[in-house]
């Protein structure tokens, strides 16, 4: 009996001992995790701050070419609602590459801003069925710089009525805009002779035009005094 009673109280002992340790694990680990939580929630809250800071700073960069993103994008698109859809695209773009190139610095943000407009727009021409550009060939070296810029600025109309998207662009960018060839090749992702072709594309092709209406004037004139 004794015997018996030396084995019950050794099993009570050791069953209180595994009690005790069990206990003391599931302290430590309930502490653990607790301890784990509040640092991923003090990393979340810095991530958090950071991501607001980062923002901030992006739209402070980008706050002073805005205006000129949204008439660029008006000039591509024709309307309004488009323009404010396409330019809302273009910041959005720009901002999830921060970490690829904002960090790194950017020479000219509103070129760069530009880039994203006119890679996405004509994105969206593609998707619609429009051709880009003519397969017309020309000359590289044709001057695309003497030409009237103030003939350009009030054909502003015919120029988004009737020149393929790569012409467009090209003739907002240097008449308009006044972007160099060089700048306006970084911008289109393109050479720049490929810039002077689609200049001069363009530009014929908006005298052909203005030509047209001058003689449908003057016939207009003509019959009316007949």
């Not at 607790?34 to 958090?48: F, L, T, V």
């Not at 323009?83 to 809302?88: G, I, N, P, S």
């Not at 060089?182 to 720049?192: A, G, L, P, Q, R």
């Not at 072709?197 to 014929?204: I, M, Q």
Request: glycine content about 4%; hydrophobic content about 35%; proline content about 2%.
């Amino acid at each position: 009996q004794s015997r018996c009673s030396y084995w019950e109280q050794s099993q009570k002992i050791l069953n209180f001992c595994v009690s005790f340790l069990t206990l003391g694990s599931s302290v430590q680990l309930n502490a653990s995790i607790n301890r784990q939580g509040a640092e991923m929630d003090s990393i979340e809250k810095k991530y958090c701050a950071d991501v607001r800071k980062s923002r901030h700073a992006f739209l402070q960069t980008i706050d002073p070419y805005r205006n000129d993103l949204f008439k660029y994008c008006r000039s591509l698109t024709k309307q309004p609602w488009d323009a404010e859809d396409l330019v809302q695209e273009t910041i959005a773009k720009a901002y999830s590459k921060l970490g690829e190139v904002w960090l790194d610095g950017i020479k000219n943000p509103k070129s760069y801003l530009f880039r994203i407009a006119t890679n996405t727009w004509f994105d969206q021409c593609r998707r619609s069925g429009v051709v880009l550009s003519n397969n017309e060939r020309v000359d590289e070296e044709a001057d695309s710089e003497n030409y009237d810029s103030l003939e350009i600025r009030d054909a502003l109309e015919t120029l988004l009525t009737h020149l393929p998207p790569k012409e467009r662009v090209a003739v907002l960018l240097k008449d308009i805009f006044d972007y160099s060839l060089e700048d306006i090749s970084v911008i289109m992702e393109t050479t720049t002779g490929a810039v002077k072709s689609a200049l001069f594309r363009g530009r014929s092709k908006m005298n052909e035009i203005k030509e047209t209406r001058i003689k449908e004037r003057e016939y207009q004139v003509e019959y009316d005094y007949n």
